[in-house]
Nanobody, 120 residues
């Protein structure tokens, strides 16, 4: 299973970016996909997650500014990030809980980070 993330970049504070993450490979089903971020010297934290049926969860600091969505046909999630703040500068990593066969448990898969830099 591979997770291909895209959409990071440099943006000024108050600006917007849209991240995408597509899961491919031996996917029988997925139950949750999401974005985590890790800034230098800090722990990895959940930014936003979405289940296959559309339930969402957000870090309190991004509530009202970020929106996560999914395309189940494409096994792809999107993160629309508005009103970005300098403290949002981090590597954003895509995560997916994937079942590769009908009889295996869901496993955690991670994509490479995409860097988001928010200048003040």
């Amino acid at each position: 299973v591979q997770l291909q993330a895209s959409g990071g970049g440099l943006v000024q504070a108050g600006g917007s970016l849209r991240l995408s993450c597509q899961a491919s490979g031996n996917i029988f089903n997925w139950n949750v996909m999401g974005w985590y971020r890790q800034a230098p010297g800090k722990q990895r934290e959940l930014v936003a997650a979405i289940t296959k049926i559309g339930s969402t969860d957000y870090h309190h600091s991004v509530q009202g500014r970020f929106t996560i969505s999914r395309d189940n046909v494409k096994n792809t999630i999107y993160l629309q990030m508005n009103s970005l703040k300098p403290e949002g500068t981090a590597a954003y990593l895509c995560h997916a809980g994937v079942r590769t066969t009908p009889v295996t448990n869901y496993e955690n898969f991670w994509g490479r980070g995409t860097l988001v830099t928010v200048s003040s």
